[in-house]
């Protein structure tokens, strides 16, 4: 049975943080809506109702297209060991961007100054509702831990061509065409 709640309680903050994986599910009205898997392991919970995650640069950037223009953001949870749970936060998102100062604080205050090569922005999450249900759906599995791929593939893109110039190839816009904000001037 769902219940509902304002925000993330202590019960919630342990649940979030003992998972390996969470969604992220964007969309416009005018849109695909898009889902992406992600690795806790750059997530953060910086109060009972706002959440970070480091995002890394992918072949695609629907989460930073579609908060620009719509906002809407759900972020996932599911148990896939022990007891079984599906958590949802709810909410406004939006991409914090690398060269901006809130990007600096939050990774010297959250991320110890450490950058992942291949980091590409942040995706903050405003709550305003945090949801569970039973997961009884939800299949069991093993954690065998995280790939090494994405971080394989960073070096040899930098080494290639360069992270920045991929991103300029790919991550400038979503699949529908809508604009990211990658690397447009900061407003003023």
């Not at 806790?40 to 695609?60: A, M």
């Not at 906002?71 to 022990?82: A, D, K, L």
């Not at 991320?111 to 069991?140: H, K, W, Y």
């Not at 699949?175 to 900061?186: C, N, W």
Request: net charge negative.
């Amino acid at each position: 049975m769902a219940k509902q709640y304002p925000d993330i309680d202590a019960v919630q903050h342990e649940f979030i943080l003992k998972q390996k994986i969470f969604f992220t599910a964007t969309a416009t009205a005018e849109s695909r809506v898009n889902v992406s898997p992600r690795p806790t392991d750059h997530f953060r919970i910086l109060g009972p109702n706002r959440v970070i995650y480091l995002d890394l640069t992918g072949s695609g950037n629907e989460t930073a297209a579609h908060t620009r223009i719509d906002g809407r953001m759900t972020i996932m949870f599911c148990s896939f060991e022990g007891p079984p749970k599906i958590l949802r936060l709810y909410g406004r998102g939006r991409i914090i961007r690398r060269d901006s100062a809130e990007y600096a604080t939050l990774l010297a205050d959250q991320f110890g100054n450490s950058e992942p090569l291949g980091a590409r922005q942040m995706a903050s999450l405003d709550i305003d509702l945090v949801q569970t249900s039973c997961g009884f759906g939800v299949p069991l599995f093993d954690y065998a831990g995280e790939r090494p791929t994405l971080t394989r593939w960073a070096e040899a893109k930098e080494k290639d061509i360069g992270l920045d110039a991929y991103r300029r190839q790919k991550n400038q816009f979503s699949i529908d065409g809508l604009p990211t904000g990658l690397f447009e001037e900061p407003a003023e």
